[in-house]
């Protein structure tokens, strides 16, 4: 049985997600925010076999590093934003000096693809390339279990006023690829709370 875990991090309360197999003390994170204190906590005792991005906004990627050094595990992030990781301008984090601090990280290890399956933890991940709100986003797909990162939210949609960003690219991504699984696909967004396919397909004023 694979848990799910939600962590709500960073100034702009990101989503960072942890699967993690309770029996081989095995897990996976997706998106690791900004002050990831309570997730790194949270992983002190597990064996970490990889970090997956959704995309590569500084708010996503905030934690990477320190998780990446202290589990040393890789780094796994679309091919398209492979680069931001190591630049603060086009992650974003120029834009909000407010912030504090310019978020760059090493390189990812490995690169993501549409189609592209990744297995960890015994259990399968199919990869969507979701661009729209940025051009290498991608969305991860266990069994019935929907990492859309800043793709779709409940009732809402990704921005796309940020470099990179596309709306028709947004639209076509959620109707031609997100809304074609089943509508009992539970949806874990990169901001605010869970969804369904079938409800953000009847409600979701954007789409």
Excluded at 112 to 136: A, N, R, Y
Excluded at 173 to 178: E, R, T
Aim: proline fraction near 6%; hydrophobic fraction near 35%; aromatic fraction near 8%.
């Amino acid at each position: 049985m694979i848990n799910i875990e939600t962590f709500v991090l960073g100034p702009v309360s990101t989503n960072a997600y942890l699967l993690s197999d309770p029996e081989t003390k095995k897990g996976i994170i997706i998106d690791p925010g900004m002050n990831p204190k309570s997730l790194i906590k949270k992983i002190a005792d597990l064996d970490i076999e990889a970090i997956l991005l959704t995309h590569a906004h500084f708010d996503h990627i905030g934690g990477v590093d320190e998780i990446r050094k202290l589990k040393k595990c890789p780094v796994y992030i679309h091919d398209l934003e492979a680069d931001w990781l190591t630049n603060p301008k086009k992650n974003g984090s120029t834009r909000w000096p407010e912030l504090g601090v310019l978020i760059e990280t090493d390189p990812a290890e490995f690169a993501l693809d549409e189609g592209q399956t990744l297995e960890f933890l015994g259990i399968k991940l199919q990869v969507f390339h979701t661009p729209g709100h940025s051009p290498g986003s991608v969305s991860f797909l266990y069994d019935k279990y929907l990492f859309s990162g800043d793709v779709l939210f409940k009732l809402s949609v990704g921005r796309t006023d940020l470099p990179g960003g596309d709306n028709n690219d947004l639209l076509d991504s959620i109707q031609d690829k997100l809304f074609h699984l089943e509508d009992d696909t539970i949806v874990y967004p990169g901001h605010g709370g869970k969804t369904t396919i079938g409800f953000e397909k009847d409600n979701n004023p954007y789409v």
